[in-house]
């Protein structure tokens, strides 16, 4: 059975270094011909020999002849090689999941019928509130000219979506991050909240359990510093005041993620790609 899939997330550099582990060769064109040739050879040459005493003779005959023919016919595909082609081989070797217990750190997996929610919303809506631009310009008081839009910039550096899966009727969940980029970092003009709508397909590998603050980055970590230098600071009016930059303090109280108990855990999936499968009526003769 033919296999289609509309991608929503791809992390190509991560796809394209495995499909090069499993053949480093990616077709760009093809050219087939077909060669037909024909040859038909007759020698014919006479020499009549009559003996008048005998009255006897004979014939030596020999005919010599030669024809030729060919024909030759080309034709010629462009084959395109497209992100859909080359994850396609990535997911002919990947393992189909059927349950945790069956999978070891490392393998190379893809997990149907997973409804995907962000857990991370509240914080992500002010990483991206900064990265449209917003502080451009903006110059924290006391602190010669330090540019706000460049600090927090660089604080997203490594910030990332991140998404917690159910498949289908199974107990245990899994978790992923994509990272997040100043461009569009989803496929054909899809955003994060497309992927939360209905069942989607996980291609990536395995690495087993984690507790989800095992994911956290440089807005988080500088969240956590900004609130004790809010809490030292806020009385002193001549120096820093946390209160000059966005709200951050209280994200962690917004999002689940971080509401989490300590023996909270689930099964992390490194990612490769975020597919919809894609069904199409079957022909019949």
């Known amino acids: 059975m033919k ?7 791809i992390n190509f550099a991560k796809v394209y270094e495995i499909k090069m582990m499993l053949g480093n060769e990616v077709s760009t064109g093809k050219n087939v011909e077909h060669g037909e040739s024909d040859k ?3 020698n014919l040459s006479g020499n009549l020999k009559f003996n008048l005493l005998t009255k006897s003779g004979g014939v030596e005959g020999k005919i010599q002849g030669e024809s030729s023919g060919s024909k030759k016919v080309i034709e010629t595909f462009e084959v395109k090689t497209t992100k859909s082609i080359v994850l396609k081989e990535i997911l002919d070797n990947a393992k189909i999941f059927t349950g945790f217990e069956k999978l070891s750190e490392g393998e190379l997996v ?3 019928n997973v409804r995907l929610s962000l857990q991370n919303e509240a914080e992500l809506r002010i990483a991206k509130f900064i990265a449209n631009g917003s502080l451009k310009g903006f110059v924290a008081p006391n602190t010669n000219g330090l540019d706000m839009n460049n600090v927090f910039n660089s604080m997203l550096k490594d ?5 917690k899966g159910k498949i289908g009727d199974k107990q245990e969940q899994l978790i992923i991050k994509i990272p997040f980029t100043f461009e569009n970092e ?3 003009g899809y955003n994060v909240d ?3 709508i209905g069942n989607v397909s996980i291609v990536g590998i395995y690495k087993g359990l984690i507790h989800p603050k095992l994911l956290k980055n440089n807005l988080e970590y500088w969240t956590e510093i900004g609130g004790h230098i809010k809490n030292v600071n806020n009385q002193d009016n ?3 005041h946390y209160s000059d930059y966005p709200n951050l303090t209280d994200i962690d109280k917004q999002d689940s993620f971080y509401n989490e ?3 909270s855990v689930y099964h992390y999936v490194d990612l490769l790609a975020i597919v919809q499968n894609v069904q199409i009526m079957q022909k019949h003769d």
């Open 194 to 196: 497309d992927m939360t």
């Open 238 to 240: 001549e120096g820093f």
């Open 186 to 188: 989803f496929e054909s």
């Open 110 to 112: 893809k997990i149907d």
């Open 3 to 9: 296999q289609l899939f509309n991608i929503y997330y």
């Open 261 to 263: 108990e300590e023996s």
């Open 40 to 42: 038909v050879e007759a």
């Open 159 to 163: 910030y990332a979506y991140k998404l």
